[in-house]
């Protein structure tokens, strides 16, 4: 088992020595596992670097602005605010699970946190900055330089460590020992009737052929508006944004349904506000089939099943700037 250095785990602990129950066989949905090897200071470098504005051109938004994890790993907006209030054209995912999806980003376009990482530091409508600048910023800060060689053995300072390091602490962003998961452990008196019926509907009515595996999502890509077309606004064109293949057109990688209770509002463009027209839109456009409100609200109530233990930690205190250190200009174009 993993040596647990910092009290900052100790919520990771826990769940890694959780005592295992005999669980049922064949279900299309798997309990969320612990991570099973962190790197501790690695991870509490990337701890620092997630909630540190410094990343920003403004010194203003930091990786949590956007996926904060009070909020369940996403700002609940329908698309994301960036540099100079610049109104974002997708939904935030969660990061909370996100080192279980095969790639990262609705389209996919970066094959794991570590690739995903750097986009947001050097995104002109996210965070605005370069990843040299960002670097230079770091490096004139004596606290970061020392826990860079605490991580590393050295003290170098680039955009790959600092990317490994906000993929090391996402991957502890796991949200095991949900209600479900305890009753996908064998805990019949975890969930209600009503939420189990939901989740016989889920398998019976396909919604699973989608939504399966420990995250019930992120493990495939598929078109929004199987059987009837997605009518949106928003100017997304999915996997086609980067194939330019018609067939790719709106399909999107499955988004996670593990504490969907806290993700709102749903969808690629944000538009379903409620969990409720989210299942029926789901219902329609990707089955053919129209619940009714009873079937509907027991799916709801599966769906609620899944939130999880959100991250508990200390919030990192963040090395201070020095008198060499470049000061936030935010307001500057
Ligand atoms: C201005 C808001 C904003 C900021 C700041 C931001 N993100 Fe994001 N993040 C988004 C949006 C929007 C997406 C979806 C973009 C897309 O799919 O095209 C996203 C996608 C992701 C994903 C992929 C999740 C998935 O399921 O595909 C991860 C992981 C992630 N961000 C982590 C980070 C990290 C780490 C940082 C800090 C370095 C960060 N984000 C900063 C808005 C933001
Ligand atoms: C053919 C595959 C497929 C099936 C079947 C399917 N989904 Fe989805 N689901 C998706 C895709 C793709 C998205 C993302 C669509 C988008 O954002 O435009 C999604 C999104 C969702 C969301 C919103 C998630 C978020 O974070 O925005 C919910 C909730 C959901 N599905 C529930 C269901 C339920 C309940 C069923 C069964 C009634 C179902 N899905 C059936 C593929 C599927």
Same mark, same amino acid.
């Given at each position: ?18 005592? $295992?129950? %005999? ?19 690695? #991870? ?47 939904? #935030? ?21 570590? %690739? ?18 960002? $670097? ?25 460590? $600092? ?25 019949? %008196? ?24 420990? #995250? ?61 027209? #989210? ?21 709801? %109530? ?19 700037? $020095? ?11």
């Amino acid at each position: 088992m993993v040596k647990l250095r910092s009290s900052a785990y100790a919520w990771l602990l826990l769940l890694v020595s959780m005592p $295992v129950l %005999a669980g049922r066989s064949g279900e299309p949905v798997q309990p969320i596992q612990p991570p099973k090897e962190i790197n501790l200071a690695l #991870a509490d470098l990337g701890k620092k670097l997630y909630f540190d504005p410094r990343l920003s051109r403004s010194g203003f938004i930091s990786c949590n602005s956007c996926h904060n994890l009070s909020m369940g790993g996403t700002d609940n907006l329908k698309t994301s605010i960036g540099d100079h209030w610049a109104q974002g054209p997708i939904n #935030a995912p969660t990061v909370l699970n996100s080192s279980l999806n095969i790639a990262q980003f609705w389209d996919g376009r970066a094959k794991d946190l570590k %690739a995903q990482a750097g986009g947001p530091i050097a995104n002109p409508g996210e965070m605005a900055f370069t990843h040299p600048l960002a $670097v230079s910023t770091l490096e004139t800060i004596p606290g970061y330089v020392r826990e860079f060689a605490l991580a590393f053995g050295d003290d170098t300072i680039d955009i790959d460590r $600092v990317t490994s390091a906000l993929a090391e602490f996402e991957k502890t962003l796991v949200t095991p020992d949900a209600p479900f998961d305890r009753w996908l452990l064998g805990d019949d %008196a975890a969930v209600s009737d009503m939420a189990l019926n939901g989740y016989r509907l889920f398998k019976e009515s396909g919604c699973v052929g989608c939504h399966n595996g420990a #995250a019930l999502g992120g493990t495939s890509f598929q078109k929004m508006g199987v059987v009837e077309p997605y009518v949106t606004q928003n100017p997304s064109l999915g996997v086609a944004g980067l194939t330019g293949a018609d067939a790719d057109r709106f399909r999107f990688k499955v988004p996670t349904l593990r504490n969907i209770e806290l993700t709102y509002p749903y969808f690629h463009d944000g538009e379903a506000q409620t969990l409720t027209e #989210a299942v029926d839109v789901m219902g329609r456009l990707q089955l053919g089939r129209r619940f009714t409100a009873a079937e509907n609200q027991s799916i709801v %109530a599966f769906l609620k099943t899944l939130t999880g233990a959100q991250p508990a930690f200390i919030l990192p205190q963040l090395p201070p700037s $020095v008198d060499a250190t470049p000061r936030p200009e935010p307001f500057q174009r």
